[in-house]
């Protein structure tokens, strides 16, 4: 048996499969969480039943990707849990229409259930259970109340089939007209504070003003949690304690041997550099715990709290003018700023895009000018040493990067824009336990993905080290590599290992020795350069061979541009 | 009632209320703004615009909605009497 969870978005799906079947899932506040499906198993009774989180869409005639995944969906379900947001009933009642229009058994879970009472609203569940002829379910996902009651419904909706003639639109909004009429009272209450605040964050100037210290206090905070737990727990930990067991480790295994160099790398006397010494005990270990972990944890915990409080949608209100001269509509916002902290999630995320050449817009910016947050934390751990400065050329050139790309390929891709259509979810306080479950799920997917690619990458370098080909390489591309970009050619390994990891690439840069300029122009020219294996994997699944293709092609010449420039500049 | 009373969202002051009569556009722009609840008969408030042509913010429901420039200049609002 396979139930499917159906709704408009951001009416708690997410939630709701999370509660039923205990498999955690991705759930934030602003329509379009759920962009692909996600499948989960649940007990009834003795059955082991499937149930799958589908991406949330208004109505069965598709108008996005992930409203036609939905609509695809539904003919491989025997039972459909249809969410519906019970401050919005009028509205979320036409899926409810066109769902039993289509003899499928339904549950109707009237989720926000406790929002209603502040809201003025006063739902009468019986009669719009006799109206709807499915049962009807008061759920608080978030809380789990009514979960257990939503399970327990499952067996007995299995046989009975509604039956409800096929409509016109007109017809079903005439009917639903009559059904709100009959259930619904609306009862007048004054705006709370929370309102106020939603009203001034979509006007012009004061929501400019709201949006600029949003951006910059988030700014601030993953800088000082990212920086607090570097200096305070991370760096102590590796330089006072794990410093020492290398040591003993370094001669035990004798200085010259293979597996000293696999193993710790190059050490000089009594002090271990673990940035520099590319092992895999040491760089290996260091580099994703101590450098890139302590952003990775700050960023997810922000964006956490962003994503759940309902900000990003006004975001992209006021980001639409903006981003309509980049080919794109203010909602691309969010997958940019998904970007920040990981590419591959970011891609996935333009799913939300309603054209192609918005997706493939949206896709190339961020692969090219969007620095995820593992590279990021190399920046600010190896070029800030030099001076802050040369960390805001990094950031400067990316974003005017952006934007000049973005004004290219707005003429040069073909296809039109849409324009921004979006519903405003209403501002609502985080849950901390959500957010701190949303962020072990990110920060467990970092490690459980990036680890051993960092490891693997670490391990292929000192290979190819021993076995000279670096050299090979370094001296075939030598051309580009110190006549364009004036970087030694040794630099070149760093760029071929940025297809592996972009953050273990900075890395190498560290014992070049490179002035505070070639550390910016090779920052800047991994950063946007090819992209890594992960995010070139999800740009083929999502764009294409061919997209993919000029995707990176547009990313290679860019990257060689803008390096070139800043090398003549600086 | 003509005249005054009918203009496009576009063109209505923020905190104004009104009645949609009419969407001009074609089947795919009236089927969207319908998912969204927006259809003749909805009553709406203006919330907001953005300069320059930016979307224009409306609450319809208890609802808010963002609607791109182009788009909202097709939803033909009737004022409330009181708003003229």
Known sequence: MRILLMGNPNVGKSVVFSRLTGVNVIASNYPGTTVGYTRGFMKLGEEKVEVIDVPGTYTLEPTSEAEEVARRMLDAGNIVINVVDATNLERNLYLTLQLLERNIPVIVALNIWDDTRHRGINIELDKLRELLGVPVIPTVAITGQGIKELAGSIPNTNAASPEAPVRSRDERWAAIGNIVEKVQRVTHRHHTWSERLADASVKPLRGGIIALIVIAGAFFVVRFIGESLIGYVLEPLFENLWALVILRLSSLLGGESFIHQILIGKITGDEVNFVESFGLLTSGLYVPFAMVLPYIIAFYLMLGLLEDSGYLPRLAVLMDTIMHRLGLHGYAIIPILLGLGCNVPAILATRILESNRERFIAATLISVAVPCAALQAMIFGLVGERGGQYVAVVYGTLFVVWIILGIILRYAARGFTPELLIEIPPYRLPQWRAVVQKLWMRVYGFLAEALPVILGAILVINILDILGIFGAIANFTAPVVTGLLGLPKEAVTALVIGFLRKDVAVGMLAPLALTAEQLVVGSVVLAMSFPCIATFIVLLRELGVVGMVKATGIMVSAALIAGGLLNVVL | ?84
């Open chain 2, 1 to 84: 009632m003509t005249g005054g009373g009918e203009i496009p969202l576009t063109r209505m002051q923020t905190g104004q209320s009104g009645t949609v009569i009419q969407i001009q556009g074609g089947f795919g722009l009236v089927n969207r703004l319908a998912a969204l609840n927006i259809r003749p008969g909805k009553r709406i408030t203006k919330v907001s615009s953005m300069l320059m042509r930016g979307p224009v913010t409306i609450e319809v429901d208890r609802t808010q909605v963002a609607i791109g420039f182009g788009m909202a200049n097709r939803v033909i609002v009737e004022l409330d009497e009181a708003a003229k």
